[in-house]
């Protein structure tokens, strides 16, 4: 059997998994706990596990995933919570810096959100109230692993001995002590998950830093560099900025990218795109002289997906001075065209 925890990154979502495992050992035989995220490492695992049973931990579960499980509508438990609270959590303990850890808890935000809409879901919030022993008879009864209340309590209580709670502090520490800029990645990517997921509020525009995005240099250096200054556009044809290798929920969306130009750039081309192993959108832009442009780009994201959202800038031919900055990509969830507005549409053009 296999059984699935998906949360954003936080001891919440640990504890759940430890939970689950205890739970299903006595009654269904040795369970393997595995951290993955696609169907393909799914498939993978079960061909090499020699358990009779699989505990999927996800916490980034790419769209193919998440539609096969909101189409199986077999029951999961899903942990969710503040945002900030799951970027604190791999900054202190997974050791990310800060552009990680945005990247990392603003695509479990974009699972997270079509994951907790699906019929099989328990979804367990951070800040619900609830005592763990009433979540773990929650979750035992929603996976159909019965267990009485005694052995709850105990697994509960041996949890706890061994380091494994639900508790989280608030999440006024998780960005206390953040620089101006830091402020502003972070916030920029995840404050409009949060009014959205724990305020009830519609999305709101998400927007995207250059500290999360990578500078493709003619020399490429060891390690990718931020795209916190601006990248010399001499040499070959590349893709001069990229990133930032976000999730975002299926849908359509609006990304309006703002480039900055050097005067020596008046005169070459450059394409503006979106990809995620496959190009969604792109235009072509320009600069006259010394300018700043925004892009405007329109596409639309499905369950398929199996790559992250990338934004990417590329010359057109081969340039032989100037520089290009990147000031920040903003993306707006655009409102789904309803079936009678398409058939009334489809209508009037057959007339």
């Known amino acids: 059997m296999v059984l699935f925890s998906i949360g954003m990154p936080s001891r919440l979502a640990e504890w759940c ?26 498939a993978v695992a079960v061909v090499k596990t020699r358990a009779p049973n699989l505990l999927v931990c996800s ?55 079509n994951l907790i809409k699906a019929p099989g879901a328990l979804v367990i919030a951070i800040d619900d109230g609830r005592d763990p022993t009433t979540v773990a008879a929650q979750i035992a009864g929603h996976l159909d692993l019965p267990a009485s209340g005694v052995e709850i309590a105990e697994i509960v209580a041996e949890l706890a001995a061994a380091g494994f709670t639900p508790h989280f502090q608030g ?64 040499g070959r044809v590349r893709h001069l900025v990229y990133g930032p290798f976000i999730d975002l929920p299926p849908g ?10 050097s005067p020596e750039t008046a005169g070459t081309g450059f394409v503006v795109e979106v990809f995620t192993g496959r190009q969604l959108a792109h235009t072509r832009i320009e600069a006259a002289a010394e300018q700043i442009i925004e892009a405007d780009l329109h596409f639309v994201l499905d369950h398929t997906e199996t790559q992250p959202v990338q934004i990417r800038v590329a010359n057109e031919r081969a340039a032989f001075d100037g520089r290009l900055a990147l000031g920040c990509v903003t993306l707006t969830p655009q409102a789904t065209i309803s079936s009678d507005t398409r058939e009334r549409l489809a209508t009037i053009l057959r007339k």
């Open 59 to 113: 916490r980034q579960p790419v769209g193919r995933l998440q539609s096969e499980i909101v189409q199986s509508t077999r029951p999961f438990v899903v942990s969710v919570g503040d945002p900030r609270i799951a970027l604190a959590d791999l900054v202190e303990r997974a050791g990310y810096d800060i552009a990680t850890a945005t990247r990392g808890a603003a695509s479990s935000c974009a699972a997270m959100l």
């Open 171 to 234: 999440e006024d520490r998780a960005t206390s002590g953040l620089g101006e800029r830091d402020q502003a990645v972070v916030n920029g990517a995840l404050l409009p998950y949060v009014s959205h997921m724990m305020l009830r509020q519609d999305l709101k525009p998400l927007v995207w830093e250059p500290e999360l995005f990578f500078i493709n240099e003619n020399a490429p250096a060891p390690q990718p560099a931020a795209a916190t200054r601006p990248v010399d556009v001499t």
């Open 252 to 261: 359509p969306w609006s990304a309006n990218v703002v480039l900055g130009f």
């Open 17 to 42: 998994d430890m939970l689950i495992a205890r739970l299903a050992e006595p009654r269904l035989g040795t369970v393997e706990r595995v951290a993955l995220n696609t169907l393909d490492d799914i």
